[in-house]
């Protein structure tokens, strides 16, 4: 039986340290590459992106057309300041909505 395992202990032991740290080296450098790869790619989609955004003018509602909110008993004035707050928030947090307000209910 021992005779089965000896030639698993002749490995020298300088060569496998060796083989240890360059695995560890080319992944490392792996890894650093994608990260770079991805951090480029990151700020070329910002500048894409940054380029691309223009300000888009929402259409007016049309006067002629009643909004539901009236039907229901809530004032234009009502739905006009919530409008307003909404647009509000949205720009204050710089996301993009184009949103009409449609039906206002009260809980």
Known sequence: ??????????IDLGEGAFYSVFGFAF???GIA????FFVLLGMVMKRLNARG?????VPP???AAKLPSE????PPEVVAAITAALTAYCEQENV????????????
């Open 1 to 10: 039986m021992m005779n089965l395992l000896d030639e698993w202990f002749k």
């Open 71 to 74: 039907e229901e008993g809530v």
């Open 61 to 63: 509602a049309p006067a």
């Open 33 to 36: 590459l994608l990260i770079v």
């Open 96 to 107: 993009q909505c184009d949103f009409i307000v449609r039906r206002i209910k009260k809980l």
């Open 53 to 57: 955004k223009t300000k888009r003018t």
């Open 27 to 29: 992944v490392f450098a």
